[in-house]
């Protein structure tokens, strides 16, 4: 077992995670919070990596973000070397990679919330961020754990990104996924199947939260629409 | 370019499958319907005769390669020589992976001879196969690449870059091998396209394209 490799994956999901729910808890609050033309370009924008092949995203990460490129010169001052080969790299790959993970769960939360609790909260003189905070959000609460927990299992699954731009260095960009792949070339199958095999299981795990846990059910009694 | 010209020559059209020597035995050990296996070394055309799944009893050398260190040509590491992979500028030297790439293999053995690895080890920058680790030295992500002759000779390396060449003596002769399937559905055809790969002419056309002739 390559424990190198499971506690680099295991801290690109968690930053991951952490970096994604601050982007996407006030995205998606203002994507809930309306219509218009804006908010569904903005959506779409949001749900492309679900569509796109992730060598899409790698080939510009790789390429386009390149130290050839005017973007890429500014991204080595930024980090002091390419955005390749590095787990800053990997971390901006993954927070573009699972973005309508992160996103999509909180704004069919929010979408749920009944605007009723938060018209009566503005009645009574609350300011608008205080009501998101102690009205939506905690009405929210299993969309906000769903997201979480979607955008973590997804980062640890992260594949085609990572073998493009990763450049495969041990503690620094060899996932969990890319130890599986070397495994299975070279022909280590015992290997790989241990590695496979505790993949499987923290993705179960992960999801089984979703699906078990009473405490993330809405208070109505539904579960987070984007697992249903 | 090769598939071109004997496309050209004999109106059978070739449908290529890139990748490591290694992801392709697995995928062909595992069924995939190849007719014609073209490796990069002897080892993995081998596991395949091994596992019974040739139409021959041993891979069949069709072509020498050979290993080159490559920078772009707008690299500060300009001139470079083998010495620039222990140059204090270098942070990232890719090399094509070395548990299933026989260049890879090739690159970490020649590093290991020059007493090179331990300083250059921690700056690798491991490809899934050669042509991405020319990929990622082309791309400007990696400042060096131990790359194959044959990329480094097709017309866009020449153009943005220079190599020289990691001396033979330093890694064992990449010999590439291929071997047709034995259940292949066009027998014939997969035999037909090796023996025109062996032919005089066309070994002479491998020196232009960086690959020495094996006879």
């Not at chain 2, 490559?70 to 020589?81: E, F, H, T, V």
């Not at chain 2, 293999?105 to 007493?115: C, H, I, S």
């Amino acid at each position: 077992m390559d424990i190198q490799a499971l506690w680099l994956t295991l801290r690109l999901a968690a930053s991951t995670t952490a970096i994604l729910l601050v982007i996407a808890l006030p995205l998606a609050w203002w994507i809930a919070s309306g219509r218009g033309v804006a908010r569904a370009l903005v959506q779409a924008v949001v749900a492309l990596p679900l569509v796109l092949p992730p060598t899409v995203l790698g080939f510009y990460l790789l390429v386009a973000m390149g130290p050839l490129t005017a973007p890429g010169r500014l991204l080595m001052r930024v980090f002091g070397h390419p955005l390749a080969f590095s787990f800053e790299g990997l971390l901006v790959g993954s927070v573009l990679y699972s973005l309508p993970f992160a996103v999509q769960p909180l704004v069919a939360g929010f979408k749920a919330v009944d605007a009723g609790y938060v018209e009566a909260a503005e009645g009574l003189g609350v300011r608008p961020f205080a009501v998101f905070l102690s009205v939506v959000l905690p009405l929210a609460r299993a969309s906000l754990l769903t997201s979480a927990v979607l955008t973590f299992t997804h980062t640890v699954g992260e594949f085609g990104v990572v073998l493009m731009l990763g450049g495969n260095i041990p503690g620094a960009t060899r996932t969990l996924s890319i130890s599986l792949y070397d495994q299975v070339q070279d022909f280590n199958y015992a290997a790989a199947n241990r590695t496979a095999l505790l993949l499987l299981a923290i993705s179960l795990a992960a999801l089984l939260v979703i699906y078990l846990v009473p405490g993330l059910r809405r208070v109505d009694g539904r579960q987070a629409d984007i697992v249903q | 370019m090769l598939a071109e010209r004997y496309e050209k020559a004999t109106g059978v059209k070739l449908l290529v499958s890139y990748g490591s020597s290694g992801t392709l035995t697995t995928q062909i050990l595992n069924g995939a319907p190849m007719d014609l296996f073209l490796g990069a070394d002897f080892v993995f055309p081998e596991k395949i005769v091994a596992a019974e799944m040739a139409d021959s009893r041993a891979p069949v050398a069709y072509a020498k390669g050979t290993l080159v260190l490559w920078a772009r040509k707008d690299s500060p590491l300009q001139p470079i020589s083998l010495d620039t992979l222990v140059d204090k500028r270098v942070t990232s030297v890719a090399i094509a992976n070395d548990l299933h790439a026989p260049y890879g293999q090739a690159a970490v053995a020649a590093l290991k001879r020059m007493k090179m690895y331990d300083q250059v080890k921690p700056h690798l920058v491991i490809a899934e196969n050669i042509a991405q680790a020319a990929q990622f030295v082309e791309s400007g992500n990696a400042q060096l690449g131990l790359i194959s002759l044959t990329a480094a000779s097709s017309q866009r390396f020449q153009a943005e870059g220079t190599f020289v060449r990691v001396p033979t003596t330093t890694y064992a002769p990449i010999l590439q091998c291929a071997v047709v399937m034995a259940k292949s559905n066009r027998l014939a055809e997969a035999h037909a396209f090796l023996d025109w790969l062996l032919k005089p002419e066309i070994q002479a056309v491998l020196g232009t394209m960086g690959l020495e002739p094996v006879k």
